[in-house]
């Protein structure tokens, strides 16, 4: 009578096709995705280098608490490891650039000195994770973190407690990672997390609070300090509105009333919102020639201009300086 043959392990991978490892005694998963299973053995590096050489998929492997530490996982052709659980797991020094992480645990992994060059780390959790001289070039990162995406889910589900926590979580992710993109100069980059991490920031605010509000306007003009061109677009349309504020209101021109006139045609109309177009911008940066004046209603729309010109090229000067001087 022949032996049994050994039953495969119960992983579907996300490609529909199933784990070739036999299961681990008498559950239905092998050793690699059993999580019950003790991954802190000392040989669990090798075996896993061994399963890299072979072409083998990694996907959905449990490593919690392994010892990893200078493990090579690089390969021009990318190692799947995908829906991991690192949990804790110590990778100080590992060669992982190209390795696709994506949908992975790795709350509270020991990364410090790991290369990550060009990983797929998109939906992967970094919470408390160790990212001290970590590699990050080139690295996809995917619009939101896991952590923003569980707690809009919890917003829109009316779960305000479990959307604060989930937030917070968010910047804190967001947090590291500009920290560690700042460390090595890569301030672009920092830049973008430090925009998610101000947002994540303002979403733990009460909703109608004016330090909401204000942060808000603060994003929406600059972008957190990270964008002059909002500053620079903004301006350019508060221009153009007084411009037709003006010309729709009137002022005084040296020859007598420039605004839009009915009775004259429309060459005439485009002549004197150019020339309302002129005085907006003598306005809004407090030149005052005083060739052309407000008047009636013109007036505090010309106040107002000229208070928020000087705001927005103040604003302009320290937002690109804290660019250039970076």
Known sequence: MSAEEPRSCSYVRTDGSQCTHPAEGEGE????????????????????EELKA???????????YADLEGIRLHSAEGVDLSHSVLFRARLKGAKMWNVNLQGSDMMKADLTGTNLNEANLENASLLGASLEGTKLERVIWGEQAIQEQMARGAEE???????????????EVYRSLRRAYDSTGRFDQAGQFFQREMTMRRKMLPKWSSRRIWSKLV???CGYGEMPQRV???SLLLVF??????????VNGPEGRIGFDPEIDAAANIKHFLNCVYYSIVT????????????????PIAAFEAFAGAF???LFVAVFGKKMTR
């Open 29 to 48: 998963l092998c050793y690699w995705h059993d999580p019950h299973i003790s991954k802190e053995t000392p040989e669990v590096r090798e075996k896993l």
């Open 157 to 171: 589900e009316g779960d305000h407690e479990k959307a604060l926590v989930n937030f917070e979580e968010a910047e």
């Open 219 to 221: 994003d929406l003009f």
């Open 54 to 64: 072979e072409g083998e998929s990694l996907e959905g492997f449990v490593l919690r």
């Open 232 to 234: 620079i677009g903004f």
């Open 312 to 314: 927005m090229m103040a």
């Open 284 to 299: 809004f940066t407090t030149l005052g020639y005083g060739d052309i004046t407000p008047r009636g209603l013109a007036r």
């Open 241 to 250: 509105v007084c411009a037709a504020g003006y010309f729709g209101a009137g």
